[in-house]
């Protein structure tokens, strides 16, 4: 079983950073694949990013490439999203997952089966 939390959300002003954190409060996140997903109200959740077991593959939807990085920090057992560049069109709930699924389409949100509570990020001026 993995349980997963999310932290660090909040409100930026446009071309600012934040960095969340999904730390695992049950189980090894890094036995799990770690995706990061968003969601607005009336539309789809989208695949932003994710993160292999050992860390060394990452994958990032089209629409944060260049501005977000995903990485692992084991000795906090959690996996960060560090997002730079922020627009207003990224404001949204942002959720980790894990999944024990391991090939390049991690950020399709099917695979996953462990889910946190979501954090909210607001990018506005």
């Known amino acids: 079983q993995l349980q997963l939390v999310e932290s660090g959300g909040g409100m930026v002003q446009p071309g600012g950073s934040l960095t969340l954190s999904c730390a695992a409060s049950?189980?090894?996140?890094?036995?799990?694949?770690i995706g990061w997903f968003r969601q607005v109200p009336g539309k789809e959740r989208e695949g932003v990013s994710c993160?292999?077991?050992?860390?060394?593959?990452?994958h990032y939807g089209d629409s944060v490439k260049g501005r977000f990085t995903i990485s692992r920090d084991n000795t906090k057992n959690a996996v960060n999203l560090q997002m730079n560049s922020l627009k207003p069109e990224d404001t949204a709930v942002y959720y980790c997952?894990?999944?024990?699924?391991?090939?390049?389409?991690?950020?399709?949100?099917?695979?996953?089966?462990?889910w946190g509570q979501g954090t909210r990020v607001t990018v506005s001026s």
């Open positions: 997952a894990g999944t024990h699924y391991s090939g390049d389409y991690c950020t399709d949100q099917r695979w996953y089966n462990f």
């Open positions: 049950e189980g090894r996140s890094d036995h799990y694949t």
């Open positions: 993160i292999s077991t050992g860390g060394a593959i990452t």
